[in-house]
C-alpha cells in the first residue's frame, strides 16, 4: 500500500474507534508505519488528514449507494437502508460494537472548534440528502409516498433518522441490527406497503 | 454562585461550544475563577466532571418536558418538540449558533474512549426514551397513532430523529428553528391530522 493511502486508513481506523482529538500525530505515524517527516510531506497538519479521511469514506458511501440502487421507486429507498447496514455492519464485525458514523462523529466532535472542517463534512451530508431527496422526488412521482409525505422533508428526516440511530446504537452499545430496523420503521411509516 | 456549581455550569458552557476533549483542567479552572486545588476538591478526574455536567442537562431537560406536558395524548407527543425546541432555541440565542445536544456531543465524542462515561450519557437516553415511550403508549391507547406505527419503536424514532436533526444543524450551521420543522414532519407522518 502506498505510504499516503496507508496514513489515511490508519487514521480512519484510530478517528472511527477511539476520536479525533484523542489521536495525536505521533499515534498515527506508530500505527502506519511512518515517520514524521514522511506524514508532514503527505499532510500539513492532522486537519488535512482528517479531509482525506472524510473523502475516504465518502467514496465508499458512494460506492454502496451506486451498488444498492435500484429502478423501482420504492426498492430504491430501501436500498438506502441496505447501503447503511453493510457499512455498519462491516465497522462492527472489524470493530466489536457499533462505532458511529464516520461523518456524524467528526460533525459532531469537531464543527464548533474547525470551521474549516465542519464544512468539509457539511458538503458530504449536502450531497447524501442530494441523493436522497432524488430517489425521494423520484418515489414522490411513482405515488409511493404516503399521503402527505413531502419528498424533499422525507430526505432529509432519513438522513437525520440514519444519524440518530448510528449514535443511539453506539452510546448503548446496541447491534447494528437496531439501525436497520429503526430505518425500516420510518421507511413503513412514509412509503406505501405496496411498494 | 457556589464553587461547584460554577465548575459545571463553565464545563458545560465549555464543553457545549468547544468539546469535551480540547478543553483542559487549567482552561477551566480559568473561566470558572476557581484554583486547581479547589478544582480537584470537587472534581478528582475531568470525567467526574463530565458526569455532572451530564445530570445538569438532564435535570434542565426534564424540566422541560414536565412543563411542556399535557394530558391530551397527541399534544404530549408534541410537547416533546416544544421541549427541545425551547433548550436549542436557548443554545442559539446564548452561543449564536447551533452547538448539538450536550448528550448526543459527549455519546458521539466519549463513547469510544470512556466506558463509565459511556454508560453515564446512555442512562440518559434510556431515561428518556422511556418517557417517550409513555407517551407514545399513551397516544396509541388513545387511538391517536397513525395505522401501524408501534408506539415503542416511535419513542425510538423520535429520540434518533431528535439527535439527528440537532446534528445536521450543527453540521451546516442550520438555524434550530430546522430542528422543530424537522420533528414536526416526524410527528405528522406517525400521529393523526386530527391528534
Known amino acids: 500500500m502506498e505510504t499516503r493511502d496507508r496514513i489515511v486508513r ?49 467514496a465508499e458511501l458512494d460506492r454502496q449507494l451506486t451498488a444498492a440502487g ?12 441496505d447501503a447503511v447496514t453493510v457499512i455498519q455492519t462491516g465497522f462492527e464485525k ?23 472542517l465542519r464544512e468539509h463534512v457539511a458538503g458530504v451530508f ?12 423520484h418515489a414522490a412521482e411513482h405515488g409511493v409516498l404516503r399521503d402527505g409525505v413531502d419528498p424533499d422533508r422525507l430526505a432529509h428526516m432519513i438522513l437525520a433518522q440514519v444519524q440518530g440511530l448510528i449514535l443511539l446504537a453506539k452510546v448503548t452499545a446496541a447491534p447494528a441490527a437496531e439501525i436497520t430496523a429503526g430505518l425500516r420503521t420510518l421507511l413503513a411509516a412514509t412509503v406505501r406497503e405496496e411498494a
Chains 1, 2 share one sequence.
Not at 506524514?39 to 488528514?49: E, G
Not at 470493530?95 to 470551521?115: K, M, Q, R
Not at 449536502?126 to 422526488?137: M, S, V
Open 70 to 81: 435500484d429502478d423501482d421507486p420504492g426498492a430504491r429507498l430501501y436500498a438506502v437502508v
Open 126 to 137: 449536502t450531497r447524501w440528502e442530494g441523493t436522497l431527496a432524488q430517489a425521494c422526488r
Open 10 to 58: 490508519s487514521a480512519a481506523k484510530l478517528f472511527l474507534t477511539r476520536s479525533y482529538q484523542s489521536v495525536g500525530v505521533v499515534d498515527l505515524c506508530a500505527v502506519a508505519d511512518v515517520r514524521k517527516g514522511s506524514f508532514y510531506h503527505f499532510f500539513p497538519s492532522k486537519a488535512a488528514l482528517a479531509k482525506a479521511v472524510v473523502d475516504l469514506h465518502a
Open 94 to 116: 472489524r470493530f466489536g460494537a457499533v462505532v458511529g458514523c464516520p461523518f456524524g462523529n467528526l460533525a459532531a466532535e469537531l464543527s464548533t472548534t474547525d470551521a474549516e
